[in-house]
C-alpha cells in the first residue's frame, strides 16, 4: 500500500482526522515516528507536525528548550531524507501566515508579530513551511499534502 499513512503514537487530539482517514477509506496504521505526526509509509519525502493552534507554535518557537526540541526533530527528518517538513497548524480565524500578525493570546506575552517574525526565521534557517488549516479540513489537507 504506497498511500498508506503513519500517525504518530504520540499524535494528540487527532480522532477527528481518523475519522475522516476512515469515512473516505483512506488507510492508515499507529506507529511511532521519530519526526512528525504523519507520514506516508515507506516514503518520508514530506513528513507533517500538526500543531493544535497557534499558541502551541509560539510555544514551540519561542521557549528555548521546546525550540531546541524542534530544531533537532526537523534536523532528524531532514537527515532521514524529508524534503519538505510542514507545520500544519489548526486555525479557524487565521487565513493566511500574514494575518498572523495581529494573533494574539491571553496566555502568552508574546504577540502576533513577533511569531510571525519567529516563523519566518525557522522557516529560513531549517527549510521547512507553515500552513493554517481550519480544524474541520485538516484530514483532507494531510492526505493532499502527503499524496502529491
Not at 526540541?69 to 487565521?94: M, N, T
Not at 519566518?120 to 485538516?138: L, N
Request: glycine content about 4%; some cysteine; overall charge positive.
Amino acid at each position: 500500500m504506497e498511500n498508506l499513512i503513519i500517525v504518530d503514537t504520540r499524535e494528540k487530539g487527532h480522532k477527528q482526522i481518523l475519522k475522516y482517514f476512515d469515512s473516505v477509506k483512506q488507510d492508515y496504521i499507529i506507529s511511532k515516528l521519530d519526526a512528525g505526526d504523519y507520514m506516508l509509509h515507506k516514503n518520508n519525502t514530506t513528513i507533517i507536525d500538526k500543531k493544535d493552534g497557534l499558541l502551541e507554535m509560539c510555544g514551540n518557537l519561542c521557549h528555548s528548550t521546546q525550540h531546541a526540541r524542534l530544531v533537532r526533530e526537523v534536523e532528524r527528518a531532514h537527515k532521514s531524507g524529508c524534503k519538505d517538513f510542514i507545520f500544519l497548524i489548526q486555525d479557524s480565524k487565521i487565513k493566511t501566515i500574514e494575518d498572523i500578525k495581529s494573533w494574539s493570546s491571553p496566555y502568552t506575552k508574546v504577540r502576533g508579530f513577533v511569531l510571525l517574525k519567529a516563523m519566518k526565521t525557522f522557516k529560513e534557517h531549517h527549510d521547512c513551511r507553515f500552513i493554517i488549516v481550519p480544524r474541520a479540513d485538516m484530514g483532507r489537507k494531510i492526505i493532499e499534502l502527503l499524496n502529491k
